[in-house]
């Protein structure tokens, strides 16, 4: 069976020849390729990207739009119940940046509108406004304090995230301090979140303050990151302190973690992450708190990455993330090749371990993939 959904098709193609139009008419158009070969899971499939990046500049205002165009082949994973969740998700956006213009048993293709903002320069400030991604926080596989786009580090492209339509607005105090106010929209362009965040250098590390409210919480936050000594080590820290409305709950989360860069092309980073939503009895797991920003059902995490320059053309990367209450681990390898300057191949895993009654022994799916990535 075919689904054809010709509105929203028409709709998007108006905006997406507009974009495309606009980008032709610029210095630097950047498009990529990015294929998967999926294994396991729910079962094997194929997944496709074609990713337009364009940017119209205009004295001191520019525009960026990044619109994918998405398809993946494969019944079993088009029949799960994972694809129809991902399907049917409600985004907390005043849109829905997926546009599906071809659905069958065993196809799915759609149009995504990955960013699109405009951003005004001034002379000690900037002004962003539209679907964008707002970083915040300074860990590596956790960031308690980014309730706007938070990492998920169990994702085969952690740096792929939703994004938020808002206004960030950036004010330079000096060479050395920012201020900065966010708010974004949800459904009907209510407001969702207001944002305050104040970064500075001082006492020889870098120091942000951090306020996010929302209906659901009020967050203060504060992370460090400075270089320990002469040592070469970097060390960051982020805490989170949440009143919690929506679990009528207050609690901290947070990370300490480092960073080293060895002398033989080898970088390590180590990242301890304290879940206040969590518990520290397996028996005692809740699975209901597995909401907005947080994906860790226990109290104490152990994260580690390890990356590897084994020649100028071949590189390899591992990463695990231990749950220190019940024992279960997730590990990722992933294994590149550069075959020319405009595109790499790899293959890569995703595996979990742990009994039935732990976190990544029972939720999770170990999965294998290969990825061919082209840039233009």
Known sequence: M????????????????????????????????DCFI?????GGYFFDRYRLDGIETHGDISIEGI?????????????????????????????????????????????????LYAKYQMTNSSLDVGFQRIPFGVGRLWNPTDKYNPVNALSMEPSERLGVFGINYINY??????????????????????????????????????????????????????????????????????????????????IIGIDYAFPFMLNLAIEYFY???????????DPTV?????????????????????DPLTSTMFSSIFNLVDGS????????????????FAIGSSLYFGDYSSEFGSGYKSSYYFKMSQYF
């Open 2 to 33: 075919v689904k054809l959904q010709s509105k929203p098709l028409h709709n998007l193609c108006i905006l997406v020849c507009f974009l495309v139009n606009i980008s032709f008419g610029l210095i630097d158009l950047k498009q990529s390729t």
């Open 38 to 42: 999926y294994m396991g899971g729910v």
């Open 67 to 115: 619109i994918d165009f998405e398809s993946i082949i494969g019944s079993a994973f088009v029949n799960s119940s994972g694809y129809k969740a991902i399907r049917y998700k409600q985004f907390s956006l005043p849109f829905v940046p997926y546009f599906y213009y071809l659905e069958t048993d065993n196809v799915m293709a759609r149009i995504y509108v990955y960013r």
């Open 173 to 254: 105090l000096s060479d050395l301090s920012v201020f900065q106010v966010i708010t974004n929209f949800k459904r009907e362009l209510q407001v969702d979140k207001v944002g305050l965040k104040y970064k500075s250098f001082l006492f020889g590390m870098d120091i942000g303050l951090s306020y996010i409210r929302s209906q659901d919480f009020i967050m203060n936050g504060i992370e460090l990151e400075t270089n320990v000594l002469e040592t070469g080590i970097e060390a960051r820290t982020e805490l989170a302190y949440i009143d919690d409305f929506y679990f009528n709950r207050r609690y901290t989360r947070g």
């Open 275 to 285: 879940n206040g939503l969590g518990s520290d009895n397996k028996l005692f797991y």
């Open 290 to 310: 597995l909401h907005d920003d947080n994906w860790n059902l226990a109290k104490h995490y152990l994260g580690l990455v390890l990356s590897y320059s084994i």
């Open 329 to 344: 681990w997730f590990s990722g390898i992933t294994l590149a090749y550069s075959l020319n300057d405009n595109a790499n």
